[in-house]
T-cell receptor
Framework: KQEVTQIPAALSVPEGENLVLNCSFT??????LQWFRQDPGKGLTSLLL?????REQTSGRLNASLDKSSGRSTLYIAASQPGDSATYLC??????????FGTGTRLKVLA | IAGITQAPTSQILAAGRRMTLRCTQD?????MYWYRQDLGLGLRLIHY???????GKGEVPDGYSVSRANTDDFPLTLASAVPSQTSVYFC?????????????FGPGTRLTVL
């Protein structure tokens, strides 16, 4: 059974710091992995999608990597800003319809 | 509209009442999903539909039903609400047959069952 873990559950950093969020999964047989951002009381906003054949994806200050063999993905945020404060979720697509979500990392960037 | 809309935004419901949560997308995505999000448990899949006319059960389907009469709409019905169905419900959609198959989410419906 696929399990997705995100550590740490919460993180506070000063503005301007580069940071890494972690996502690990137990079954390497995945179609893709998607990173989301969720602001309090809001829906999920897609940040990056990495297909199983890819190693990384970049969008602006965000870079996501995927290492299927070790069951890990990281989301790198460069030069963090207070506006980056949110909960970050990763989701693994394990089948035609089956998505397994981590419980998220709550990030606070301090001004 | 652009993207996914959900209605209502929030609802307080008496136990035993029937409730339908609405979800509409205008992106012509084939696949649609219903999740519930609970503190400490993350998002869990309730039901899904890979294309209009077909539906399937997810991880926590009991007490819920769905229909998919057309591509755009995917309503979720609670036949007889119970307090354990208090949650935030998210609808999502995804294109199929492409490598750009990311999920898109609606804004959610906050449901309280008393």
């Amino acid at each position: 059974k696929q399990e997705v873990t995100q550590i740490p559950a919460a993180l506070s950093v000063p503005e301007g710091e580069n940071l890494v969020l972690n996502c690990s999964f137990t079954d390497s047989a995945i179609y893709n992995l998607q990173w989301f951002r969720q602001d309090p009381g809001k829906g999920l906003t897609s940040l990056l999608l990495i297909q199983s054949s890819q190693r990384e994806q970049t969008s602006g200050r965000l870079n996501a990597s995927l290492d299927k063999s070790s069951g890990r993905s990281t989301l790198y945020i460069a030069a963090s800003q207070p506006g980056d404060s949110a909960t970050y979720l990763c989701a693994v697509r394990s089948g035609t319809y089956k998505y397994i979500f981590g419980t998220g990392t709550r990030l606070k960037v301090l001004a | 509209i652009a993207g996914i809309t959900q209605a209502p935004t929030s609802q307080i419901l008496a136990a035993g009442r029937r409730m339908t949560l609405r979800c509409t997308q205008d992106m012509r995505h084939n696949a649609m999903y219903w999740y519930r999000q609970d503190l400490g448990l993350g998002l869990r899949l309730i039901h899904y539909s890979n294309t209009a006319g077909t539906t399937g059960k997810g991880e926590v389907p009991d007490g819920y039903s769905v229909s998919r009469a057309n591509t755009d709409d995917f309503p979720l019905t609670l036949a007889s609400a119970v307090p354990s169905q208090t949650s935030v419900y998210f609808c999502a959609s995804r294109p199929t047959g492409t490598s750009f198959d990311e999920q898109f989410f609606g804004p959610g419906t906050r449901l309280t069952v008393l």
